[in-house]
Each structure stands twice: as structure tokens, then as C-alpha cells.
């Protein structure tokens, strides 16, 4: 069965690989899951936080009044909770072209059009087949407009764009007041594809300390519902590839994601709960399954259920709310 597919211009075997998670910075868990099939190789973020920060601790060694400097550091995470530095993570991406032969997607996360993107370069020099350009950011200002969140992230990816010559993709939120016009616009400044979606990782309240907590659940199917709804409505629509990411344990769950229009299945979860061998007994299974249902290829099956194909197109618009709400019964 012919599982192969395009992702940001990669002709890759299959659309199943590791999305981005603390594995991919370790060459022994890198070969692991290279053993178990994975397409590419999507490493952990490298964070705008990280590069700053040692920017400001170069230029504090040179010349930087120490009360300034601490001052500064202040507003930055601590840095033991980095696993490793801007310079160590181009070496990794060195080490671990050298230990695989799939592809190999580094990822650079900010949310400000500053010098950490420059990294992105830096990143295409050490060896990446291409470039996960991660714009997790939460508006918290109450002046802040959304024509200014998105007209930032724009112009940061036209900033990498410029910079690079390899593939980047676009990982977003689902959080934007209009996500299909968004996805249109990162695509006219040419980003060559868009994960969708990043995770938020909500704080919770410890309501005897009064404490904020720190909480990280691990993702199940469910989470995949918001997933398949944008993937169908941008399928067809935007010249951009289209990567899922969150949500993807089981066959019917990889299944979905491309009859929505997925060429790509990023799994986290997945992976660290079952190992790598998840991708494995994912990629035989949907090849079985296309089999049996007498499709010729995954192309012929990808995005068929989208908005543009789907023989109802209003479950993935206002009517599918409407008759929910007014048909259900106890």
C-alpha cells in the first residue's frame, strides 16, 4: 500500500512522526524512533527566553553593570529549567543529522520580531531539513489588539522566510478570532506549512497555598475533535501543508486526521506513553485499513472528508452547534 506524502515539500514514506517532546534531544530515543519508522524527526523547541538570555549573560561578561544584568534576568525563566543552551541544541541538531537519515525539523519558539531569530539560520547551517517556527503566545494586555498579535507573528515569519532557504512550518494555537483568514495570511508570507494545534498548558490553583501550579496532562483522543474541525475547513483552501498535532493515539484516530486533510501526524502522547513503537503499529494498521476498504493509496483518501468534499459540510459550521443543542435529549 502506497502510504507515501508531501509535507513542506518532503516526500516522506508516511505522514506518521515524534511532533515535537524532550525525546528528540536524545541521539539514543532519536535512533529509536527512526528504528520504529517515524518519517522525520521534529525536535523540542529552542525558546526566545533561552537566547536572550544568554545574549544578556555574553554582554554582562563584557561590560554590563552586574545590579543591570540581574535586574534583567529577572524576567526570564530560571535557567536550570532549560535542558540544554542555544549553542548546545545547534550541536544537537549536528549529532542527530549525523545519526539518522529521515528528516530532521528543529523548532524555534518566541513570540517577538527581535535577534533570537536568527537563530533560525543558524538552525538550517547545523544541519535541519527544515524549521517548526512556534508561536505560542497568550494575550493577556487588554489593549492589545488582535491585528497586532497577527500582524507580529506575520512578520516574523517573513523574517525567517528571508533568512532560510529550507521549509518552514507554522505551529499555531486555535485561539485567533479567524483562524481560516490567519492560516491565509501566514501562507501568503510564504510559510510552507501549519501545525495545528499547540498545546496550552492551563495553570491550575492549589486553593490552601494560594499558589499557582504547574500542570501537565498528557493528551487522549478527545483532544483531536478541535484538531479535525480546522483541518477540514483549511484543507484545499490555503497553499500550505497541513500537520496535526495532539490527539492521534489509535488508527481511527490517524484515520480521521487525514480523510481531514492531514500530510503530516505529529504524536506526543502516544510516544511517551507506549514508546516508539506506537508509530510503527500505527503506520501497518492504516496501511491494513486502506486495504480493506479498497483505497489504492493515502493520497486518494486524504482531505476526502473535508469541508469542500464532505457530504455535510455544516457539521464543521454554526448548523452542527445549532441542531446539537436543539436535539438533545437526557
Given at each position: 500500500?502506497?502510504l ?13 512522526m515524534p ?11 532519536v ?26 549573560a ?9 545590579e543591570?544584568?540581574?535586574?534583567a534576568l529577572?524576567?526570564f525563566?530560571n535557567?536550570?529549567?532549560f535542558?540544554i ?10 549529532k542527530?543529522?549525523?545519526a539518522v ?9 518566541g513570540?517577538?520580531k ?16 527544515a524549521?517548526?517556527l512556534?508561536?505560542y ?6 489593549n ?6 497577527e ?6 515569519v517573513?523574517?525567517?522566510?528571508k533568512a532560510v ?12 478570532s479567524s ?20 498545546r496550552f ?34 484543507s ?26 492531514a500530510?503530516?501526524?505529529?504524536m ?13 503499529q ?10 480493506q ?6 493520497a ?11 457530504p455535510d ?5 454554526r ?7 436543539q436535539?438533545?435529549?437526557?
Amino acid at each position: 500500500m502506497d502510504l507515501s506524502t508531501t509535507y513542506l515539500g518532503m516526500k516522506l514514506p508516511h505522514p506518521f512522526m515524534p511532533g515535537a517532546n524532550p525525546w528528540g534531544l536524545k541521539l539514543d530515543k532519536v535512533r529509536q524512533l527512526e528504528d520504529a519508522g517515524a518519517a522525520a524527526i521534529v525536535m523540542p523547541s529552542l525558546f526566545e527566553e533561552q537566547i536572550i538570555k544568554e545574549s544578556l549573560a555574553t554582554t554582562n561578561a563584557m561590560d554590563t553593570p552586574a545590579e543591570s544584568f540581574a535586574e534583567a534576568l529577572s524576567y526570564f525563566p530560571n535557567v536550570d529549567e532549560f535542558r540544554i543552551g542555544p549553542h548546545e541544541y545547534l550541536e544537537t541538531i549536528r549529532k542527530i543529522k549525523e545519526a539518522v537519515k529521515v528528516p530532521v525539523v528543529a523548532s524555534l519558539n518566541g513570540v517577538t520580531k527581535g535577534g533570537w531569530l536568527d537563530y533560525a539560520k543558524l538552525m538550517a547551517q547545523a544541519g535541519a531539513d527544515a524549521l517548526e517556527l512556534n508561536v505560542y503566545y497568550l494575550a493577556t494586555d487588554v489593549n492589545e489588539t488582535c491585528k497586532a498579535v497577527e500582524a507580529r507573528a506575520i512578520d516574523m515569519v517573513k523574517t525567517v522566510k528571508k533568512a532560510v532557504k529550507i521549509p518552514v512550518a507554522v505551529k499555531l494555537s486555535p485561539f485567533y478570532s479567524s483562524l481560516p483568514n490567519f492560516a491565509a495570511q501566514l501562507a501568503k508570507a510564504k510559510a510552507d506549512g501549519l501545525v495545528l494545534f499547540n498545546r496550552f498548558y492551563q495553570p491550575d490553583i492549589n486553593i490552601e497555598t494560594l499558589q499557582t501550579e504547574r500542570v501537565l496532562h498528557l493528551s487522549d483522543s478527545s483532544a483531536l475533535l478541535l484538531r479535525l474541525r480546522w483541518l477540514a475547513v483549511l484543507s484545499g483552501r490555503i497553499n500550505a501543508s497541513l500537520a496535526v498535532s495532539g490527539g492521534v493515539h489509535a488508527l481511527a484516530d490517524a484515520i480521521k486526521a487525514i480523510m481531514t486533510g492531514a500530510h503530516a501526524v505529529q504524536m506526543v502522547s502516544a510516544v511517551l506513553r507506549n514508546g516508539p513503537q506506537v508509530i510503527q503499529q500505527i503506520r501497518t494498521q492504516v496501511a491494513e485499513w486502506l486495504e480493506q476498504h479498497e483505497y489504492e493509496s493515502l493520497a486518494q483518501m486524504q482531505g476526502s472528508m473535508n469541508l469542500m468534499r464532505s457530504p455535510d459540510p455544516s457539521a464543521y459550521e454554526r448548523a452542527n452547534y445549532v441542531h446539537l443543542l436543539q436535539t438533545w435529549k437526557a
